[in-house]
Every structure is written in structure tokens, then in C-alpha cells.
């Protein structure tokens, strides 16, 4: 099982992104897919979730959102009205299960996840 994350760069606050996560020898279509994120010192953060429906973390809320294309075995973040405190690492994670506890999508369940890419957005 292979995922990659990319997409990642530097942007400007209220700028926008999309992340992909490509993933190789195995199908999407029977997986949930999760996007954390790690920012230098701090704590893993899940971020969004797709399964058949989509979850997201009260910080991203209305702001990102969560797709895939089971055909091109990629998902995709749209990342828009960035903000400084979004800079951070991002991967994605096959999951068992979307949740969401206490406003944060849980990470507790992830079996596998690639190299990230790193997001950076200046005030």
C-alpha cells in the first residue's frame, strides 16, 4: 500500500491549494481516506475524512474541502481562505472508519500514510 501527498506550497493568507493523494496498487473505493496534517512542535491534527460521506475538523470547517475520484485512485483537498495557522505537513492515511471527536477528526484509527507536503501560508 502506497500513498503520496502532493500539492503543497507557499501561499499567501486567504490564498487556496489542492492537495492530491495518489495512491498505488490497491483501489480506493473500499478505503476511507484521511488528511492530518503536523506542524513543527505540535501534535498530529486530523484535518478531513472521507468515506461515503465527508468529516471535517471544526478548524478547517467550511474552508476545506474533502473529494475523490476512485477512477484516478486519487483524493483531493481543496484548501481555500488559508490562514497562517494552517502551515503545517500534510499527509494522507488510509483509515478504518471516519469519526469526529470533540470538533477533531480522529486519527486514532490510520493504518497507512506516505510522505507529506508542506504547506506553508504567509500572513
Known amino acids: 500500500v502506497q500513498l503520496q501527498a502532493s500539492g503543497g506550497g507557499l501561499v499567501q493568507a486567504g490564498g487556496s491549494l489542492r492537495l492530491s493523494c495518489a495512491a498505488s496498487?490497491?483501489?480506493?473505493?473500499?478505503?476511507?481516506i484521511l488528511w492530518f496534517r503536523q506542524a513543527p512542535g505540535k501534535e498530529r491534527e486530523g484535518v478531513s475524512c472521507?468515506?461515503?460521506?465527508?468529516y471535517y475538523s471544526d478548524s478547517v470547517k467550511g474552508r476545506f474541502t474533502i473529494s475523490r475520484n476512485n477512477a484516478k485512485k486519487t483524493v483531493y483537498l481543496q484548501m481555500n481562505s488559508l490562514k497562517p495557522e494552517d502551515t503545517a505537513v500534510y499527509y494522507c492515511a488510509t483509515v478504518g472508519g471516519c469519526m469526529v471527536d470533540g470538533g477533531t477528526v480522529n486519527t486514532a484509527g490510520m493504518n497507512y500514510w506516505g510522505k507529506g507536503t508542506l504547506v506553508t501560508v504567509s500572513s
Open positions: 472521507i468515506s461515503t460521506s465527508s
Open positions: 496498487a490497491f483501489a480506493l473505493d473500499y478505503h476511507a
